[in-house]
């Protein structure tokens, strides 16, 4: 069979012009009414957006009750005096209403420090210090008691500091232990492995309410007679147990990314094993799992909303105890949507900064 | 970011959370073992108490953060008479299920939180001392119901709160009675006050004089509820303090007996200093002009002076909090003095 | 090997053993310390130690029972009352997110515009909520909006007010089976079958919350599904949905099976939450029985020991499905 001549895979002349992919609506109207199933899905969707939507302008906004006093708010509107009334109680629960501008200022440095740490550039030591010297000087505000500031008891803070000050602090103090733990996991030593297993699935395996539950209860009973510590150290105690252990498997997983000849390479330049923890395996560990820690934060931001249990008026009781004010109706949902929406622009921002973290480390993976 | 300065950075910022966290009661405070509680009171400078979350009348803080109530006023009153101040206590807002806890291990000096006197809080670590309110559980009902007495209630859902010994006396009348009640159980007052209202359930049960001020302050038209007696018992709610310390025990004990002993003698909080010339030697022992109750006690011999001074009597309380003169309005019923018919019997300062 | 060398092992493991004799020592005496003060403080405010307290009679009520209880019934039975509630409440949880969560997973990869949006808002803010705050709205819901039984809705039978669902129920009264339909009585709806706001605002704020998880974790899931499969599925002539049945998920179910595990561990968790809006699960019996006995070490060890034994046995399960699917895959 001879050969064909090369000229017959080649084309000679230009291929004619396809018509351009369909466009706009066709494609809209493609993919909303193309089948039975995407026509009957877009119905319903219509149906329900058109039986809803007005009512719930209807109530929010045409009925909806701006400004005035208890008496303002009728039936079937939305009671947003309420919340214009009572947002200060709700933010910053029972604190001295003459030094709400504390909280404020706490709320404004947490603010200042999270926005400063979100590029990566700014990943250095010096932030870490801010971070502390932040913490510390979040506390000393609220609680006063040097610098002329007017002593305030743990049991008068409330809303939303509480909830960031609980995020925080117990993220931090659970950190290190998480590192601690993620090792030992690894350890060569049994009892050590076995121990840091045990306390991490244990921990695991309870609810926090559970969790919140122990520490209100028990840890004045197992502390020596006389010595107690009160409902905000309690709860921060149990979170940050919590966090840690969740921080724990975080690590692991970043551990165990970690290949084989990292270990070896640092065995041969002759490192003792808490150099080969600290200068080899955790910065890349940690590096791997950064996402993942991430989201750890909102987890964390969530699960403060149960310290009500243990009788702290964070965001969500600071939020219902307003709502037990017998001068105004209570307006129930208005109120769980304003603090819904509170948690929801922490959470969503955080999870946002860690999926692009994520996006930017996968990019960089591929350089 | 290098690990190690991040754990090093992490591990400062724990220990001064420790720190930071650890409020005056995180030192080691209630230095109490048996006996001590006077002591560690006065070198921490303050009472602690335990508190509600909130019920209007007893204990709740006002928009200022500052406590008011009638179980408020028995602990400003252990301040004054301990410390010389009112002021000089502090209020640990409690849930039902952690106050007995919060006792027992020390975490507070003394409870005041309409604490029901039974047997079994008694004889687990706890110890009562003097009644300060008289009450009974009963069901506010809507009054188009036409309930008069609990049987008329059968089959209706009441709305309770747990944490307390409402939801074992519910149980208890329902059974008794054969009434078939449909609890709907919440872990919070406001939880079971709203369910309520909004017709969630037929009755709320709970202590008549946290019933008197829901339907005052909380419903649209007070008229419209009417609160039925759940049973024939009387409660007696009283402050209370833990087992182990004599000494402490009975300073709260004739601190509560001081409020009634004024408004017996006929002492107020404007009078007193006009009392104190009086020549009825009741009235002189009481004030301490007379000495000798100060030193038995172990408190400065005008204690008893500074409660009536700082805090008022129990009438004066009483008025303040949840008679007359608050939007409570609570009839003082069987808590009027023994000479007017009711339960408060005053104790001899002798 | 050198003696040198051979002494250096000998070193390291004496070092290994002591440094684990002083960890595991620490710890032991730290839990003694701890037992310590607490048999102290227990003696110190006379408080009764023991497990008598569960065979006595518990008195209080709890609604809304899977198992039969009344206040007569001992404090052991209440705890397996809840226990039972616990689990119930977790078992219709976990089946309906799943089931919303597969179709919430098939919005977000769907090519609809409008039902990508509305899965994709879904996800995005249940994800961002605190379970307990949805679950409180849930409640306000449908207490506040739902009508009283005064001006009850009746559909053959059905009723739905702010004091539940109710329907008609099947029941054997003394000589057969009867309908029971449920009627208005005097204070409330007597009869038929009843749904309490409580149990449902439970189910929808927890089932809600999981949805979105379990939704992601089973698009994660299809997605990891390596692409080409999708199109060797078309290319041997299946249609979309039978590529999915019969070629894609048993591929997915080997990485979607074991985080739908922990999704249903944590479903179970979170159901202790359910206290918040009045259902009487284990941690509200727990509650309870500690502050009507005082009992409060004796009733966390109770509830401790549940969730170990309920997690426990949820490793156990995943590892044999675990076993099941990666022998599949070979």
């Known amino acids: 069979m001879a050969l064909l001549p090369i000229e017959a895979f080649v084309l000679s002349k230009e291929a004619p012009a396809r018509p351009p992919p369909p466009r706009g609506q066709i494609r809209w109207r493609k993919t909303l009414f193309g089948d039975a199933i995407s026509a009957a899905v877009t119905a319903v969707i219509i149906v329900t957006a058109l039986f809803v939507l007005p009512k719930l302008v209807q109530w929010a906004v045409v009925s909806g009750v701006w400004t005035g006093g208890p008496s303002a708010c009728h039936d079937g509107g939305a009671c947003w005096a309420f919340l214009r009334e009572k947002a200060p109680q709700i933010l910053f629960g029972l604190y001295p209403p003459n030094d709400r501008w504390r909280p404020i200022l706490v709320i404004l440095l947490f603010l200042g420090l999270a926005l400063w740490t979100m590029p990566p550039r700014h990943w250095s030591v010096a932030t870490l210090w801010a971070w502390a010297v932040g913490v510390a000087a979040a506390l000393v505000l609220m609680g006063g008691g040097v610098f002329g500031l007017k002593a305030v008891p743990t049991a008068s803070w409330g809303g939303l500091p509480i909830t960031l000050l609980l995020t925080v602090l117990s993220l931090s103090a659970g950190f290190p232990l998480a590192v601690l733990l993620a090792l030992g996991r690894q350890s060569r030593l049994p009892a050590i492995r076995v121990l840091c297993i045990g306390f991490v699935e244990l921990v695991r395996a309870l609810p926090l309410l559970t969790m919140l539950f122990i520490a209100s209860l028990l840890s004045p009973l197992m502390l020596p007679n006389g010595l107690s510590i009160d409902n905000f150290l309690r709860a921060l105690v149990a979170l940050t147990i919590y966090a840690a252990a969740y921080l724990a498997e975080v690590l692991r997983g970043g551990l165990q990314a970690i290949p084989r000849g990292q270990y070896e390479a640092a065995c041969a330049l002759a490192l003792n094993k808490w150099k080969t923890a600290r200068l080899i395996v955790l910065p890349q560990a940690i590096a791997k799992v950064i996402p993942p820690l991430t989201n750890t934060i909102v987890v964390t931001v969530k699960n403060t909303s149960l310290v009500l249990v243990v009788g702290l008026f964070d965001l969500l009781s600071a939020g219902r105890a307003a709502l037990a004010d017998p001068v105004w109706p209570a307006p129930y949902t208005e109120t769980f949507l304003f603090i819904a929406l509170i948690y929801f622009a922490i959470c969503f921002s955080i999870s946002r900064y860690s999926l692009f973290l994520e996006r930017r480390m996968a990019s960089e993976g591929r350089q | ?350 | 090997m050198n003696t040198s060398s051979r002494k250096a092992i000998r070193n390291r493991s004496i070092g290994d053993y002591l440094v684990q004799a002083v960890v595991v020592g620490a710890l032991l005496l730290l839990l003694a310390w701890l037992a310590a003060n607490t048999i102290d403080n227990l003696r110190l405010r006379g408080i009764t130690v023991g497990f008598d307290f569960l065979s006595r009679e518990a008195r209080f009520s709890i609604s809304d029972t899977v198992l039969p209880y009344s206040p007569a019934d001992t404090f052991a039975w209440a705890f397996l009352v809840g226990l039972c509630n616990t689990l119930f409440l977790s078992a219709i949880v976990a089946v309906a997110s799943t089931l919303l969560g597969f179709c919430v997973a098939l919005g977000r990869r769907s090519s609809h515009p409008l039902s990508n949006l509305i899965s994709t808002i879904f996800v995005d803010t249940v994800r961002n909520i605190p379970v307990l705050v949805l679950l409180l709205f849930v409640y306000s819901l449908i207490i506040f909006e739902l009508p009283d039984p005064v001006t009850a809705r009746v559909w053959h039978g059905f009723f739905l007010n702010n004091r539940g669902f109710y329907g008609p129920a099947l029941s054997w009264i003394g000589s057969g089976l009867h309908w029971s339909f449920p009627h208005m009585g005097h204070f409330n709806i007597d009869g038929g079958w009843i749904v309490s706001p409580e149990l449902a605002a439970a189910v929808a704020g927890l089932t809600i919350y999981s949805t979105a998880f379990s939704a992601e974790i089973i698009r994660g899931g299809i997605d990891a599904v390596y692409k080409g499969q999708w199109e060797a599925g078309r290319a041997l002539g299946l249609a979309d949905k039978q590529v999915l049945r019969l070629v894609i998920l048993p591929q997915a179910l080997r990485v979607i099976v074991p985080p739908m595990t922990s999704q249903y561990v944590i479903i179970v968790k979170n159901s202790t939450l359910a206290l918040m809006v009045g259902y009487a699960e284990i941690n509200f019996v727990t509650s309870t029985t500690i502050n009507q006995t005082g009992q409060a070490v004796e009733g966390t060890a109770i509830l401790m020991t549940v969730f170990l034994v309920i997690s426990l046995m949820a490793s156990w399960l995943m590892n044999i499905l675990n076993r099941r699917y990666v022998l599949v895959e070979h």
């Open chain 2, 1 to 350: 970011m290098r690990p190690s300065s991040c754990i090093i950075a992490g591990l400062s910022i724990a220990v001064l959370t420790l720190i930071g966290g650890c409020s005056p009661h995180g030192s080691r405070t209630n230095q109490d073992g048996i006996g001590g509680t006077l002591a560690a009171v006065r070198s921490r400078g303050y009472v602690s108490c335990g508190a509600s979350q909130g019920t209007i009348g007893f204990s709740a803080p006002n928009s200022q953060g500052y406590w008011l109530g009638l179980d408020v006023d028995v602990c400003r009153a252990v301040a004054a008479a301990v410390l010389g101040d009112k002021n000089k206590a502090r209020f640990l807002p409690l849930t039902g299920a952690q106050r007995l806890t919060a006792l027992q291990t020390g975490q507070i000096d003394l409870i005041a939180r309409t604490l029901t006197w039974t047997l079994s809080r008694d004889a687990n670590g706890v110890n009562f001392t003097l009644p300060n309110f008289y009450d009974y559980v009963g069901f506010l009902v809507r009054k188009d119901h036409n309930a008069a007495k609990a049987a008329d209630l059968k089959n209706a859902s009441v709305c309770v709160q747990t944490g307390s010994t409402i939801e074992v006396t519910l149980a208890d009348v329902s059974r008794r009675e054969n009434l078939g009640l449909r609890p709907v159980i919440f872990d919070s007052v406001e939880g079971s006050r709203q369910a309520f209202f909004s017709g969630r359930c037929d009755a709320l049960i709970t202590d008549a004089s946290a019933l008197t001020s829901v339907r005052a302050v909380l419903s649209k038209n007070a008229a419209d509820y009417v609160i039925v007696p759940a049973d024939n018992q009387i409660e007696a709610l009283t402050p209370a303090v833990r087992h182990g310390d004599d000494h402490w025990f009975d300073i709260v004990k004739f601190s509560i007996a001081a409020l009634i002993d004024a408004e017996q003698l006929g002492i107020t909080q404007k009078n007193v200093d006009d009392m104190l010339k009086s020549s009825d030697p009741d009235v002189r022992r009481f004030l301490g002009v007379e000495k000798g109750n100060g030193k038995a006690l172990g408190l400065s011999e005008d204690w008893a002076y500074q409660v009536i001074k700082q805090v008022g009597n129990y009438g004066e309380v009483y008025n303040r909090n949840v008679g007359d003169d608050s939007a409570l309005k609570i009839p003082r019923g069987l808590n009027r003095l023994q000479r007017d018919g009711g339960l408060m019997v005053p104790i001899p300062f002798n």
